[in-house]
């Protein structure tokens, strides 16, 4: 009989730990996915629109790409696309064959809008802009679907999105 009882002690303890981890909550961070083609709009003297794609989007937040001006097809200037994407805030650089270079640092807004300042090297300063959806909400229901869907999967099993941050009934 004690047996038995011990049996079911133990089965009722695992029991109580699987739901336990099952119903932990998890951080379901949107991940902005910036791959879609979008326009950066910026405006010194006038405003610039260039066509921004980007091909690479490293689970490190960097990505990498091209770009062309002006926007909606024959360039008169092609651009390379490098930059940075940590949770809202972007920076982005861009470099035209002929040695012009600029920054824009900004944020992206829930609408997956995006705007900031841009500066050039050529002592340039002003507002840039991207509309909204331009950058695009990803979220991940769990850590494994996040790995899966980045292309470095093991610099992405180091990271906590998706991961289980608090389970219920415990304090942080």
Do not use: C
């Amino acid at each position: 009989m004690n047996k038995i009882i011990s049996g079911l002690v133990v089965t009722a303890i695992i029991g109580l730990a699987f739901v336990g981890f099952a119903s932990a909550k998890v951080e379901r961070v949107p991940g902005w996915n910036l791959t879609n083609p979008w326009v950066l709009s910026f405006n010194y003297g006038g405003f610039w629109n260039h066509d921004i794609m980007i091909a690479i989007q490293n689970a490190d937040g960097t990505f990498s790409g091209t770009g062309g001006y002006p926007a909606g097809g024959s360039y008169s200037v092609n651009e390379t696309i490098t930059g940075s994407l940590s949770g809202n805030a972007i920076t982005i650089n861009s470099s035209y064959g002929n040695g012009y270079t600029y920054v824009a640092t900004g944020t992206i807004a829930p609408d997956g809008s995006m705007s900031g300042t841009l500066t050039t090297n050529a002592s340039q300063t002003g507002p840039w802009t991207a509309a909204a959806g331009s950058a695009q909400v990803q979220t991940y229901k769990n850590h494994g679907q996040y790995v899966s869907s980045q292309e470095d999967r093991q610099e992405a099993a180091h990271s906590r999105i998706g991961m289980p941050v608090q389970s219920e009934g415990h304090d942080e």
